[in-house]
DNA sequence: ATCAACTTGGAACGCACGTTTCAAGTTGAT
DNA sequence: ATCAACTTGAAACGTGCGTTCCAAGTTGAT
């Protein structure tokens, strides 16, 4: 019986999306938001409820559409380390050139802004640095089956360590970091791993 | 001839330090600041010029006495491969650890951050990312002078890898990593640069 | 004691924020 | 054709922002 929505909200997630992954939560406000989607404040609010609400469900698409896909490609991988660095490589491009250049990566974002103070947006967070772990350490298990690893390299510990390389990537690329400087880091990163004991 | 200030400047400037190091430039209002600091409007104005000014001038306090000092004993130390196992454990202890548990590093804030939008914010950055690089390379030169390091090891590149790790770690600890996780990963991690090719 | 130089508290500035409200308009089932 | 259900645009809400202003107070050299 009642009218319809004249937008489709799945395409205004995704431009609000854009504008709180470039300027971040705090800096984005509601009349960027309005501007950026074409929707007015009465049908944002309709439609998401509040800024904050918009913003955790514009975080969860970003990692839904963005974050697992990566992951998941990482985890399926059969080559092992050469998964690894495509994963590097494919990061350091979409950091650094495209669209979304130097907009780093908006959950590294949250971490480091006032986004992190949100229970919500915390449990989140930690969720996604779970998952980053486990596909890289799934990873390294297939590099190990193959034997492309030092035999005592510790995998927990070798998976956290290229998650906080990947953090660091992705920061770095935020304050001007050059896709080649970042790719030769992280391509000699990945070539200790291979040295023999 | 005039009335002298009835507070220290330098005792301002770095309680409005310790509040743009918790809560970013943005969140930090100047209501905050002057009840952070004990002074009112005007005496902040007089003094420091406007917010980003005074946001300018911590950043910067913050790099000389926070930063610096540890990259000076990083480069400085002729133990080599310890040194820089020290500045990482060092780096850890403050970070998960004291009264300022949790904050991450005020640069790496910067850096996620709107403050990353000024060209003098950004300058900074990227000076102390050189210099930060710089400390980690002397202390890779003195370690390889002392044979502690594989032999075919690049030295900047490793340097730049490990200011990335220094930076997910600055980052990954404002979002609840432990003490001992963030240790464990940085100790393996050095571990690799010993490792004979 | 005087006075120029400076600081201080507090009020006020205009503006932008996130959110709410509501009349008018639109839809589709009956 | 009717009507309940819903959307939409625009105005308004109160609040807090960064900044400015000024009268009153304080200082130290003359």
Not at 100 to 113: D, F, L
Not at 149 to 161: H, N
Not at 169 to 195: C, E, K
């Amino acid at each position: 019986m009642p009218d319809v929505k004249h937008f489709d909200p799945q395409e205004a997630l995704e431009r609000a999306e854009r504008v709180f992954w470039q300027h971040g939560s705090a800096a984005a406000s509601v009349q960027v938001l309005t501007a950026a989607t074409g929707l007015n404040r009465s049908s944002l609010y309709a439609t998401f409820g509040s800024k904050q609400e918009l913003y955790l469900a514009a975080l969860r698409h970003y990692i839904g559409t963005t974050s697992h896909p990566a992951f998941r490609a990482l985890a399926e991988d059969e080559r092992g380390l050469p998964a690894v660095r495509d994963f590097f490589d494919g990061l350091i491009t979409l950091r650094c050139t495209g669209p979304y250049a130097g907009w780093g990566c908006m959950v590294v974002n949250a971490q480091a802004g006032t986004e992190n103070a949100d229970p919500q947006v915390r449990a989140v967070l930690a969720e996604h640095h779970t998952q980053l772990c486990a596909a890289f350490r799934t990873a390294l298990e297939t590099a190990r089956a193959q034997g492309q690893l030092s035999p005592d390299l510790p995998l927990a510990e070798t998976a956290e360590s290229l998650a906080l390389l990947a953090y660091g990537v992705n920061l770095h690329s935020r304050s001007g970091a050059t896709a080649d400087t970042l790719r030769r880091t992280t391509a000699h990163t990945l070539d200790t791993l291979t040295r023999k004991a």
